[in-house]
Every structure is written in structure tokens, then in C-alpha cells.
Nanobody
């Protein structure tokens, strides 16, 4: 039992920034050690954006957001953030946070895929206008 709740979405112009938050009620008892962000643009498939391994802070990103987005974990380790800078219209999507359990080196080597996550939030909308 538990939940992931996203917040921070909104509408911005191209070049602007947004910071998404995901509050998690999952604990160590749930075996969660990876938190991630996905997005689904209108009419397109869901895609992975970023992930963080809570054990050592290792992160990974989709090529499309490298250098622009940053995933991080709050001091209480129950919140994950996605700082999005230099936003582009193609970043428009519903953004979802997810939680799962993976091997200690997975995130350092690659971006985890959707089937590797156990839990999902309800999503928050991000719209970037030109």
C-alpha cells in the first residue's frame, strides 16, 4: 500500500522552467530503491525521462532531456523532483512518477523501462508553448 502524487505541472513558454515534485508514501518495507519520471505526449507512447537510484544517488536520463532536466531526491528521501529547464514545445506531455526495485548498478548503466516499475502516480500536465 502507498501512493505517488505528482505536482508542479503547468503551462510555460518555450525556454522557461518548471519543477515537478512527486511525494511518495512508500517505505523501505515496499522494497522501493528507484524513483523515476516518465512522460506521455499527446498521441504518442509513454517514454522514460529520468531515474534515480536511492542507494547511491546514481541517475540516468533520456537523450532528449540530457543537459536540460535534473532528477533529485529530497532530504527526507520521500520526495523526488524533476527540474526542467530550457523547455521546448516537444516537452509537452503528461508527466508521471514511478517507483520500483532494481539491482544496484542498473540506473548507473541505463534508463529503466516502464515494465521495471511497480508503482505509478496519477500524472501532472506540462504544456510548453512556442
Amino acid at each position: 500500500q502507498g501512493q505517488l502524487v505528482e505536482s508542479g505541472g503547468g503551462s510555460v513558454q518555450a525556454g522557461g522552467s518548471l519543477r515537478l515534485s512527486c511525494a511518495s508514501t512508500y517505505t523501505d518495507l515496499d522494497g522501493v530503491n528507484v524513483l523515476g519520471w516518465f512522460r506521455q505526449p499527446p498521441g504518442k507512447p509513454r517514454e522514460g525521462v529520468a531515474a534515480i537510484y536511492t542507494g547511491d544517488g546514481s541517475t540516468n536520463y533520456a537523450d532528449s532531456v540530457k543537459g536540460r532536466f535534473t532528477i533529485s531526491q529530497g532530504n527526507d528521501k520521500n520526495t523526488v523532483y524533476l527540474q526542467m529547464n530550457s523547455l521546448k514545445p516537444e516537452d509537452t506531455a503528461t508527466y508521471y512518477c514511478a517507483a520500483g526495485y532494481l539491482g544496484s548498478t542498473v540506473v548507473a548503466r541505463r534508463l529503466p523501462q516502464a515494465p521495471e516499475y511497480k508503482f505509478w502516480g496519477q500524472g501532472t500536465q506540462v504544456t510548453v508553448s512556442s
